[in-house]
């Protein structure tokens, strides 16, 4: 079998039923997964990493798909481990035990957690996303930064937002650094993808309000009523903000008063600002204090 029939086959190669001890940082299955820290690598075989126990318990009560469970010797008899290893064979998935420095190499950490998941990617289509009630969106216009698509995402999740879409060329969701930040919130947040002009001709129909943010919006961000209806969040790219064919689609645009030194906030702050002001009425604390 060529390298390249490996990819496409995906990382399945231990046999399923049982796990697969593997101590070579050369061999062929470790050498796959290590490959998935490339965008080229995890899109051909539409899957990503995600690190820790309880991201991947989380992951598996969502219904993500897991192909395969990397744990390090640490795992060895820890009950919760074995439970994930039982779950991942069930679904066909493979199961692998290797050393604490293979699971170092394929998540490019120095203290990497016992415990691997490679999920199948999941992305929603535009033409699902379809905004009622009181339900806020997220768009990003050409997010560049995996933190702050991360932390975003993170945050998205936090307030109860429906679902993020990624406008134009925008850093890769499944990423190792993106998942990293996202603190298993990439398992609770629908994610789409859509080209600017998808996501102008999908905003013709949506009745709700579109807010964008600009660093010249004219409008206090706390003087829009929020309430009641659909709300879209669009947020500009981190270096050029909103575009004009962007910024004219939006119904307002909001601005967050500033003071001192700094020209404007970073995009993962605004966006959490942002979020947090639109949500104020539906957030309540346990209780209702
Ligand atoms: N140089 C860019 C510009 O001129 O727009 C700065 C972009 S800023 C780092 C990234 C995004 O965060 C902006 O496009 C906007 O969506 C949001 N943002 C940052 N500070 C903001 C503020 N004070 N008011 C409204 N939006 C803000």
Redesign the pocket.
Known sequence: MTRHDDHHRGVGLARPGKVKEVTSLTNPIVKDLRSLAIKKFRDQQGVFLAEGLKLVIDALDLGWTIKTLVYSKAGKGNSLVEQVAARTIAKGGDVLEVSEKIVAAITRRDNPQMVVGVFEQKLQPLAAIRPTGNEVYVALDRVRDPGNLGTIIRTADAVGAKAIILIGDATDPFSLETVRATMGSVFAMPLVRATEAEFLSWRKNFQGLVVG???K?AVD?RTIPYANKPVILL????????PDQLASACDKL???P?EGRA?????AI?TGVMLFEIRRDALKLDGGN
């Open positions: 943010t600009h660093l919006g961000y947020m500009g790219n981190e270096q050029q903000g909103l909001a601005r967050i500033q020209d404007s906030l970073n995009l605004a």
